[in-house]
């Protein structure tokens, strides 16, 4: 159990930079998720933070030691990966008990470790066999096996359940999530599931092209996301933006007049989710044309175009929609954001305070 | 029957005939004595009298199981360098990042692309002055020589299939890099490292020209051979090709599907 400072790390591969000045505070027991599309960096960052990579610049402290020059097996951390790294040549037992072996534990305490491993992650029927015999859903419950096995201070998740199917992906997340839960382990989680990042994590820290946008809970990084990124990339569908002329502080949405944020000259981007759209009456709300309609089960997701862009909205599934046709929505005002057009930063409603990134998040 | 088939069953036919035939002969020639020897044409069945005579008074030629102990000796040391250099240097190539690796690839290769014979008369001086000239460890350098490309190189691509995760995982739960090394790498490579070791052997116990220019009284029995059969009638000489062929078939046979999955032939 021990806290992560990631103090000023920067990495680049020759003339590429891969991270740009991240800085990152977890608290002990807490549950981080690293979530961003491919290539933003957010492995790398994780394997500085293993010691399989060194970073170009900057230190890394776990548990407020320094260990920026220390061998991954020096770290006190445990990892798993994304192809599960599982020896092949060894049983799973062997697998299991592999860090306290290599730590030159006492047989009987490998063997006890072993088995509530074992339990927790439900593979005791497994123990005597060789990781080729098992399906890829057991191999990944060995990879988890072996890193609890040790009881780390820290563990490192590199996208374990992206190799996995739909369903047992669905499992294994709430499986996860109480198993780390309950051993109050440090976690740092990296993905580019969305819906992963949000339902596991206790902070979402969402990275693009090496930079951190945004860290927070994930209710806030849903309902207030700091730029276009962030709010484009959480959440499905996406949150919609909207680009609007602004006049005296008015911006003008069909028949609604909204009050731009302080300080906004020329325009502004209106950004408010799918399910935040209402379908209300024409004098109440602006128009949107239906393009297109897919009933999805839950909901019907309807894209279509308001002021010549696109806007999705989400109407329950009995409500009645034709392509072609035009209707009126109103936007719910608690729940709407405002970005800047030329940064993409969000612009605070109130006081016309920029929301910038943050690092610390206690 | 399409003609493309036709041409496959053909090819196959050619290939067998051209291998097994030679061998064939051969053994008909060691155990059939003189006259299956000389006679034309050959018998296609092995004649009723086979008799393993001629064998046994082609073992009994003096010095024949000398040098066969030479040939021994020069093979297992030929195979534990080539194993002992190539393995690491293999490793390196798979593993690390280094200015001048396609280089060396090249390099070590193009090593196999000298002519013996060029170097025979110079090699020869040399070892006479480092006194390894007629001993099998100065054959076995030569044949080292001979076999390292193989064995780097095959053990490159041995490494390479290894997914350095595996590796890495290691790194994260204890290991240094060499014990890494030791308990992850070296376990999954080893079916693949022991076939190179034997094709190190094999190629070692088959060559000839090196190791009868090396040698003079400590010879190993391919030199013996070209040396005392080139005076013995023709059946003791298919003899001693029977007798000389025998462990190199036996030896690839063992090792052939690891030598197919080296080679990158997939075995289902």
Same mark, same amino acid.
């Given at each position: 159990?021990?806290a992560?400072?990631?103090?000023?790390?920067?990495?680049? +591969?020759?003339?590429?930079?891969?991270?740009?000045?991240?800085?990152?505070?977890?608290?002990?027991?807490?549950?981080?998720?690293?979530?961003?599309?491919?290539?933003? /960096?957010?492995?790398?960052?994780?394997?500085?933070i293993?010691?399989?990579e060194?970073?170009s610049?900057?230190?890394?402290?776990?548990? /407020?030691?320094?260990?920026?020059?220390?061998?991954?097996?020096?770290?006190?951390? @445990?990892?798993?990966?994304?192809?599960?790294?599982? +020896?092949?040549?060894?049983?799973?037992?062997?697998?299991?008990? +592999?860090?306290?072996?290599?730590?030159?534990?006492?047989?009987?305490?490998?063997?006890?470790?072993?088995?509530?491993?074992?339990?927790?992650?439900?593979?005791?029927?497994?123990?005597?066999?060789?990781?080729?015999?098992?399906?890829?859903?057991?191999?990944?419950?060995?990879?988890v096996?072996? @890193?609890?096995?040790?009881?780390?201070?820290?563990?490192?998740?590199?996208?374990?359940?992206?190799?996995?199917?739909?369903?047992?992906?669905?499992?294994?997340?709430?499986?996860?999530?109480?198993?780390?839960?309950?051993?109050?382990?440090?976690?740092?989680?990296?993905?580019?599931?969305?819906?992963?990042?949000?339902?596991?994590?206790?902070?979402?820290?969402?990275?693009?092209?090496?930079?951190?946008?945004?860290?927070?809970?994930?209710?806030?990084?849903?309902?207030?996301?700091?730029?276009? +990124?962030?709010?484009?990339?959480?959440?499905?569908?996406?949150?919609?933006?909207?680009?609007?002329p602004?006049?005296?502080?008015?911006?003008?949405?069909?028949?609604?007049s909204?009050?731009?944020?302080?300080?906004?000259?020329?325009?502004?981007?209106?950004?408010?989710?799918?399910?935040?759209?209402?379908?209300?009456? @024409?004098?109440?709300?602006?128009?949107?044309?239906?393009?297109?309609?897919?009933?999805?089960?839950?909901?019907?997701?309807?894209?279509?175009?308001?002021?010549?862009?696109?806007?999705?909205?989400?109407?329950?599934?009995?409500?009645?929609?034709?392509?072609?046709?035009?209707?009126?929505?109103?936007?719910?005002?608690?729940?709407?954001?405002?970005?800047?057009? @030329?940064?993409?930063?969000?612009?605070?409603?109130?006081?016309?305070?920029?929301? /910038?990134?943050?690092?610390?998040?206690? | 029957?399409?003609?493309?088939?036709?041409?496959?069953?053909?090819?196959?036919?050619?290939?067998?005939?051209?291998? %097994?035939?030679?061998?064939?002969?051969?053994?008909?020639? $060691? *155990?059939?004595?003189?006259?299956?020897?000389?006679?034309?044409?050959k018998?296609?069945? !092995?004649?009723?009298?086979?008799?393993?005579?001629?064998?046994?008074?082609?073992?009994?030629?003096?010095?024949?199981?000398?040098?066969?102990?030479?040939?021994?000796? $020069?093979?297992?040391?030929?195979?534990?360098?080539?194993?002992?250099?190539?393995?690491?240097?293999?490793?390196?190539?798979?593993?690390?990042?280094?200015?001048?690796?396609?280089?060396?690839?090249?390099?070590?290769?193009?090593?196999?692309?000298?002519?013996?014979?060029?170097?025979?008369?110079?090699?020869?001086?040399?070892?006479?002055?480092?006194g390894?000239?007629?001993?099998? %460890?100065? *054959?076995?350098?030569?044949?080292?020589?001979?076999?390292?490309?193989?064995?780097v190189? *095959?053990?490159?691509?041995?490494?390479?299939?290894? !997914?350095?995760?595996?590796?890495e995982?290691?790194?994260?739960?204890?290991?240094?890099?060499?014990?890494?090394?030791?308990?992850?790498?070296?376990?999954?490579?080893?079916?693949?490292?022991?076939?190179?070791a034997?094709?190190?052997?094999?190629?070692?116990?088959?060559? *000839?020209?090196?190791?009868?220019?090396?040698?003079?009284?400590?010879?190993?029995?391919?030199?013996y051979?070209?040396?005392?059969?080139s005076?013995?009638?023709?059946?003791?000489?298919? $003899?001693?090709?029977?007798?000389?062929?025998?462990?190199?078939?036996?030896?690839?046979?063992?090792?052939?599907?690891?030598?197919?999955?080296?080679?990158?032939i997939?075995?289902?």
């Open positions: 159990m021990a992560i400072i990631i103090d000023n790390v920067a990495k680049s +591969f020759g003339s590429f930079v891969a991270l740009e000045r991240v800085d990152l505070h977890v608290a002990d027991a807490e549950f981080v998720a690293l979530l961003g599309p491919s290539g933003c /960096g957010k492995t790398t960052l994780l394997r500085i293993a010691g399989l060194t970073q610049s900057g230190r890394v402290q776990i548990g /407020g030691r320094d260990v920026s020059a220390l061998a991954p097996r020096k770290r006190g951390l @445990a990892m798993v990966f994304q192809n599960y790294a599982v +020896f092949p040549h060894m049983t799973v037992r062997q697998n299991v008990g +592999f860090g306290l072996r290599m730590a030159g534990a006492e047989p009987a305490r490998i063997e006890r470790q072993v088995a509530r491993a074992a339990a927790l992650l439900h593979i005791e029927p497994n123990l005597d066999r060789y990781p080729a015999q098992l399906s890829g859903g057991q191999r990944q419950r060995v990879a096996a072996r @890193a609890l096995a040790i009881e780390p201070s820290v563990l490192l998740m590199d996208e374990p359940l992206s190799n996995l199917d739909a369903l047992l992906r669905l499992e294994m997340r709430a499986e996860l999530k109480s198993v780390l839960r309950e051993a109050g382990t440090t976690t740092i989680y990296v993905t580019h599931d969305q819906t992963e990042a949000m339902g596991l994590a206790d902070r979402i820290a969402v990275l693009h092209a090496g930079r951190i946008q945004q860290i927070g809970p994930p209710t806030e990084v849903y309902a207030l996301p700091a730029t276009t +990124f962030v709010g484009g990339f959480v959440g499905s569908p996406p949150m919609n933006f909207l680009t609007l602004v006049t005296n502080r008015q911006v003008q949405l069909g028949a609604l909204l009050a731009s944020p302080a300080g906004s000259t020329g325009r502004i981007v209106l950004g408010v989710r799918p399910e935040d759209l209402q379908p209300t009456a @024409a004098a109440e709300g602006f128009p949107f044309v239906v393009r297109v309609a897919e009933p999805l089960g839950s909901h019907i997701m309807l894209t279509g175009e308001s002021a010549g862009q696109r806007v999705r909205v989400i109407v329950p599934p009995e409500h009645p929609v034709r392509p072609g046709v035009t209707m009126h929505l109103r936007p719910r005002l608690d729940r709407v954001v405002w970005m800047d057009p @030329a940064s993409g930063a969000a612009v605070s409603r109130g006081e016309g305070r920029k929301l /910038g990134t943050e690092a610390a998040g206690d | 029957m399409t003609l493309r088939r036709a041409v496959f069953i053909t090819g196959i036919i050619v290939l067998s005939v051209w291998t %097994l035939l030679p061998i064939y002969l051969i053994a008909l020639g $060691a *155990v059939g004595g003189r006259t299956v020897v000389n006679s034309w044409p018998p296609f069945l !092995p004649p009723a009298d086979l008799s393993f005579a001629t064998m046994r008074e082609f073992l009994d030629i003096a010095g024949v199981w000398t040098s066969a102990l030479y040939s021994v000796e $020069a093979a297992v040391l030929c195979m534990a360098f080539s194993i002992l250099l190539g393995v690491p240097a293999g490793y390196a190539l798979a593993r690390f990042v280094f200015a001048g690796a396609t280089a060396y690839r090249l390099v070590v290769l193009l090593t196999r692309a000298f002519p013996v014979a060029i170097l025979a008369l110079p090699l020869t001086v040399g070892f006479i002055r480092l390894l000239y007629d001993t099998p %460890l100065g *054959v076995s350098l030569m044949h080292t020589a001979l076999a390292l490309p193989f064995a190189l *095959v053990s490159a691509s041995l490494f390479q299939a290894i !997914p350095k995760e595996l590796e995982a290691a790194w994260v739960f204890g290991c240094s890099p060499v014990r890494a090394f030791l308990r992850v790498a070296l376990p999954l490579a080893l079916p693949g490292i022991a076939a190179t034997i094709f190190a052997f094999v190629i070692s116990w088959n060559e *000839v020209f090196a190791a009868s220019v090396l040698t003079v009284r400590h010879k190993t029995l391919t030199a051979l070209l040396s005392v059969l005076e013995s009638p023709l059946h003791v000489q298919f $003899a001693g090709g029977f007798v000389l062929i025998i462990p190199s078939v036996l030896f690839i046979f063992l090792v052939r599907k690891r030598l197919f999955s080296m080679w990158g997939a075995n289902r």
